[in-house]
C-alpha cells in the first residue's frame, strides 16, 4: 500500500509559495496578508491557529492575529471583520471555528468579503464552486484533490464514496470530485447499508467524525483511501479509519496524523495567495 504523505507534499507546496511570495513582494512591494481570528480559548483551536500562524511565517505571507474573550459581543465580531474587510493590507480573513456558545458563526463568516474567505465557507464561494466557476475554495477539499493530484490518482470515471455531508468537507469535496470526472456518492447517518455503498468505490472519502468508522470489511481491494477525521481518544489522534485493517486492502491511504491535516494548512496558504493575486490586479487596474 502507498502512505500518501500529507506532510511531505504540503512541505513542497509552501516551498514553491515561499518562492512564488518573494517574487511578489518585490513586484508589488508588499507580501500576501492574512488576519487570524481566534475567539474564545479552546485549546485545539489555539493549536490549529498557531500551526497556521507559523506557516505563514515559512513562506512569507504576513498573519495578523485577534485574540478575543469568549465573552465578546457579535456585534464587536463583525466589526472586526467589517474593518478587515476594508484594509487593503489583509488579502484574507480566517476566523477560527467553532465559536463560542452565543456567537452565529453563519453570520459572521457571511459578513467576510467572499474575496477574502480564505476558508472558501461564505455562500458566494460555495455557490461558485457548485457552478463550475473560479472561487476560493474550501481548504480540506482542495487539499485532498491536491494531494490526490500529487500522487498521480487520476479520478476520471472512477466511483468515488463520500463518507460525510458537512458544508466543510463532504458537500464540498464531492462536488469537486465531480468537476474532476467522478462518478459521486455521498453517504450519511441515514443512509441504508452504507457498508455496502462503501464497497462499491474505488475511492473512498471518510469525513464522519468516528474512529475507526471505515474497517476492512468495507472496502474493495485495490480502493484508494482518504481518512479526513481526526478524533481525540484515550490512544491518542486516530482518523475515521482503520489504518493498520486497511493496509492490506487498500492500493493507497492517508495516514492519521500526516495525511489530510498538513495539506487543509497549506491549502489556506495557497488561497491566501491566491488572494493577494486578485486585490493587487485590482489595484493596478484602477
Do not use: W
Not at 467576510?112 to 461564505?122: E, L, M, Q, W, Y
Not at 492490506?248 to 488572494?275: C, D, K, Y
Amino acid at each position: 500500500m502507498r502512505k500518501l504523505d500529507g506532510k511531505a507534499t504540503a512541505a513542497l507546496i509552501r516551498q514553491e509559495l515561499a518562492g512564488q511570495i518573494e517574487v511578489l513582494r518585490k513586484n508589488h512591494g508588499r507580501e500576501p496578508g492574512l488576519a487570524v481570528m481566534l475567539v474564545g480559548d479552546d485549546p485545539a483551536s489555539q493549536v490549529y491557529v498557531r500551526n497556521k500562524e507559523r506557516a505563514c511565517a515559512e513562506v512569507g505571507i504576513r498573519s495578523e492575529g485577534f485574540r478575543l474573550p469568549a465573552d465578546v459581543t457579535q456585534e464587536e465580531v463583525e466589526a472586526i471583520i467589517a474593518r478587515l474587510n476594508a484594509d487593503p493590507g489583509i488579502d484574507g480573513i480566517l476566523l477560527q471555528l467553532p465559536l463560542p456558545r452565543g456567537l452565529d458563526s453563519q453570520r459572521c463568516l457571511e459578513r467576510i468579503d467572499p474575496s477574502k474567505d480564505v476558508d472558501g465557507f461564505h455562500p458566494v464561494n460555495m455557490g461558485r464552486l457548485t457552478l463550475g466557476l473560479p472561487c476560493l475554495r474550501s481548504c480540506t477539499p482542495a487539499g485532498v484533490m491536491a494531494l490526490l493530484a500529487k500522487y498521480d490518482i487520476d479520478v476520471a470515471g472512477k466511483k468515488a464514496v463520500v463518507i460525510g455531508r458537512s458544508n466543510i468537507v463532504g458537500k464540498p469535496v464531492a462536488l469537486m470530485l465531480l468537476q474532476a470526472n467522478a462518478t459521486v456518492s455521498i453517504c450519511h447517518s441515514r443512509t441504508a447499508h452504507i457498508a455496502n455503498e462503501v464497497r462499491n468505490a474505488d475511492i473512498v472519502i471518510a469525513a464522519v467524525g468516528i474512529p475507526h468508522f471505515v474497517t476492512a470489511d468495507m472496502v474493495r481491494p485495490g480502493a484508494v483511501v482518504i481518512d479526513v477525521g481526526i478524533n481525540r481518544t484515550d490512544q491518542g489522534l486516530v482518523g475515521d479509519c482503520d489504518y493498520a485493517g486497511l493496509e492490506s486492502v487498500a492500493s493507497a491511504m492517508t495516514p492519521v496524523p500526516g495525511g489530510v491535516g498538513p495539506m487543509t494548512i497549506a491549502q489556506l496558504l495557497v488561497n491566501t495567495v491566491e488572494a493577494y493575486r486578485v486585490h493587487v490586479a485590482q489595484g493596478q487596474d484602477a
